[in-house]
């Protein structure tokens, strides 16, 4: 059974970085494929990116792309989330989320299930 645990979210000013984390303990966190999600009010969760057990393959949503970037160490069991040049619309609670089998698309990522789930960090981005 693998824990998660976001953290790293606050309020910003447009224009700004944040950097997420997502701490894993309670399992071999090098075997699994780790995404980050994200869900504004009102809205729909969407999936961000996602990033293979070894790090050496990514995937990122077209919405962010060239701004937010996802990483590994998996010895520090912790998957990142580099987000820069924040705007208003990347206002969310931002999920970290694990499965053990890999996804090829962000539309599988999207519908299949995740095996674990975080609690959540709010980003909010506000002038």
């Known amino acids: 059974q693998v824990q998660l645990l976001e953290s790293g979210g606050g309020l910003v000013e447009p224009g700004t970085s944040l950097r997420l984390s997502c701490a894993a303990s309670?399992?071999?966190?090098?075997?699994?494929?780790v995404g980050w999600f994200r869900q504004a009010p009102g809205k729909e969760r969407e999936i961000v990116a996602f990033?293979?057990?070894?790090?050496?393959?990514?995937t990122t949503a077209g919405f962010v792309k060239g701004r937010f970037t996802i990483s590994r160490d998996n010895a520090k069991n912790t998957v990142y989330l580099q987000m820069n040049s924040l705007k208003p619309e990347d206002t969310a609670v931002y999920y970290c989320?694990?499965?053990?089998?890999?996804?090829?698309?962000?539309?599988?990522?999207?519908?299949?299930?995740?095996?674990?789930w975080g609690q959540g960090t709010q980003v909010t981005v506000s002038s």
């Open positions: 989320a694990a499965r053990t089998t890999w996804v090829s698309s962000l539309r599988l990522a999207t519908q299949l299930p995740w095996n674990f």
């Open positions: 309670g399992g071999t966190f090098s075997n699994y494929v």
């Open positions: 990033i293979s057990p070894s790090g050496s393959s990514t």
